[in-house]
């Protein structure tokens, strides 16, 4: 990791501010693609747009031969702007607008996954217009854990099958699950791979069907940022303070032994059902993201009452930091050392009640001016970031020398304004 020296920063650049490490972004790029590769072979890993949308940041991934997963019209041209082929590019996500389906078809991706029965249809009718052939998978709902709004229930993938066989240029060729999000181990994907080796054995049975990929999504978990249980948010709500180390979740196991795990079980499971062993795509975002970035914050104002001191700090969860609600992420004081200690409970600058981001959070007493780093920061800070009320912030881009480069400016009024028709209403 690179020596950052966040006082300077905070300084010339202001606060909140977005800092990314290049460094300990390539090397979480590398260590994660190289697990993967040696885990299992063959592996393409994509990077999750929605994670972190900084063009640059996305465009440094794809040139350590990371691809693109895409879940918007505008992700997809985002990763055009950025040179990545839509041969690199994966499309994902519910109620695909009609737009997205038809940029997808006109172009071709390496993987469309469709998220329903009727987008079959809409995607066999887009590839007809456009007279070319699209890779398909269907992202299955898993039978346990990570149940949502998402995908296909494993019955409806049969049923999914004949309906891509009426469309000529649709080919069925991989199965898709995101089975979760900030994952201690693989035991969620040794189970997915179980139920989906499984499904693609049924598949060729009753459909004909040979799968070439298995799409394992992300989900994968970092050591840094660690995800509030249920049960541990509702404690923490009602005793401020450390939570027992019963509710918390279990350590992070490093990405090459999960990686080892999922390789294994896909070579087991598909060979246990005498399937040809598929390409693995894994597309993370957390892992590679999210321990590459800080986030710069300044204490506003210190108040106590009733025996509860508040830190109101230049940002809450309303203007960019929206994963501390669910997620304790390491908050430090920089600067010098200091004796005094005290519990805090931390806000942002928004007047609502709801910027509360953490509570209980012992830290060095605080003071106007002081400047907090939350770390583990890369992944959901900036893709949840809002103009509510206030500027979006800046993002700056730390070379392995210690250089900062600005690299995505603070949003100005104007720009804020800048998509509202001019008028004024008469006196
Ligand atoms: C389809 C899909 N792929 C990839 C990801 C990235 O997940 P993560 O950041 O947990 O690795 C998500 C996140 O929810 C997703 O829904």
């Not at 040179?83 to 607008?97: D, E, H, L, M």
């Not at 991706?109 to 469709?114: A, G, S, T």
């Not at 993370?284 to 710069?296: H, I, K, N, S, V």
């Not at 998509?419 to 008469?426: A, I, N």
Request: proline fraction near 7%; glycine fraction near 10%; aromatic fraction near 8%.
């Amino acid at each position: 990791m690179t020596p950052i020296d966040g006082l300077a920063l905070a300084r010339e650049f202001g606060t909140p501010l977005h800092v990314i490490d290049r460094e300990a972004l390539l090397q979480n790029a590398r260590t994660l693609k190289q697990a993967f590769e040696r885990g299992y072979a063959p592996t393409e890993v994509y990077v999750s747009f929605k994670t972190n949308p900084v063009p640059q940041v996305l465009g440094l991934l794809y040139a350590e031969g990371i691809g693109a997963e895409v879940v918007s019209a505008f992700e997809l041209w985002l990763a055009g702007e950025l040179g990545i082929p839509t041969a690199r590019t994966v499309v994902n996500g519910p109620g695909k607008r009609p737009e997205f389906i038809d940029r997808c078809a006109a172009t071709g991706v390496r993987l469309f996954n469709v998220d329903s029965l009727g987008e079959v249809d809409r995607v066999g009718e887009a590839a007809a217009r456009h007279g070319r052939e699209l890779r398909l998978g269907c992202r299955v709902r898993p039978t346990r854990g990570w149940k949502n709004q998402f995908g296909l229930e494993p019955a409806q993938v049969l049923v999914a099958a004949s309906r891509i066989r009426q469309h000529p240029l649709l080919r069925f060729e991989a199965l898709q699950v995101q089975v979760g999000s900030n994952l201690a181990d693989a035991r969620s994907y040794v189970e997915a791979i179980r139920d989906l080796a499984a499904l693609a054995s049924q598949l060729r049975r009753e459909a004909g069907v040979t799968l070439s990929t298995l799409d394992l999504g992300g989900g994968f978990g970092v050591p840094s940022v660690e995800r509030m249980t249920r049960w541990e948010a509702a404690y923490s709500f009602l005793i401020p303070g450390e939570t027992p180390h019963f509710l918390r979740t279990p350590p992070v196991q490093p990405i090459d032994a999960v990686a080892g795990i999922i390789g294994e079980a896909l070579r087991k499971e598909f060979s246990a059902h005498s399937l040809p062993l598929p390409t693995l795509v894994v597309e993370p975002g957390r892992a590679l993201l999210g321990e590459a970035q800080t986030l710069l914050i300044e204490v506003l104002d210190v108040k106590t009452f009733e025996g509860s001191t508040y830190a109101i700090t230049t940002c809450g969860p309303s203007t960019g930091a929206r994963p501390l609600l669910g997620e304790r992420h390491p908050i430090s004081l920089l600067g010098e050392p200091r004796a005094r200690r005290r519990r805090y409970t931390l806000a942002g600058p928004l007047c609502t009640p709801a910027d509360v981001f953490a509570e209980g959070v012992e830290l060095p007493e605080l003071k106007v001016g002081d400047v907090l780093a939350i770390a583990g920061a890369g992944a959901y800070f900036l893709s949840y970031e809002s103009a509510w009320a206030f500027p979006r912030s800046a993002v700056v881009m730390v070379d392995a020398q210690g250089e900062a480069r600005l690299i995505r400016r603070p949003e100005s009024f104007e720009e804020m304004v800048a998509r509202d028709l001019p008028g004024r209403s008469k006196p």
